[in-house]
């Protein structure tokens, strides 16, 4: 069982960076997938930027070239570096550890068994 806790949400301007972190509190992931997925207002939770157990990344195109996905398996957590934040991206942000396709970077929901309970952005114009 892993459990994860996600730290860094917050509010900021148009244009800003946020630094979203995700440590597992129980487990390991390494040997797991780790992704980043977000539900906007009214919205299906998406996915945003997924790695894999060889760090290898995938991303949204809304996100391609603003955010980056990394992880530390030694201190067992996952980062996301979101910079030049637009207003669409206010959203919960959610980290997921997957356990059933660790060799491949993915956003599809149906490979993350794990599933912290989300840290809120909000970016105003």
């Known amino acids: 069982q892993v459990q994860l806790v996600e730290s860094g949400g917050g509010s900021v301007q148009a244009g800003g960076s946020l630094r979203l972190s995700c440590k597992a509190s129980?487990?390991?992931?390494?040997?797991?997938?780790m992704g980043w997925f977000r539900r906007a207002p009214g919205k299906e939770r998406e996915g945003v930027a997924g790695i894999d157990v060889a760090s290898r990344t995938t991303y949204a195109d809304s996100v391609k070239g603003r955010f980056t996905i990394s992880r530390n398996a030694a201190e067992n957590t996952l980062t996301l570096q979101m910079n030049s934040l637009k207003p669409e991206d206010t959203a919960m942000y959610f980290c997921a550890a997957g356990t059933r396709r660790p060799t491949i970077a993915t956003l599809q929901e149906s490979d993350y068994n794990y599933w912290g309970k989300g840290t809120q952005v909000t970016v105003s114009s």
């Open positions: 129980s487990g390991y992931t390494s040997g797991k997938s």
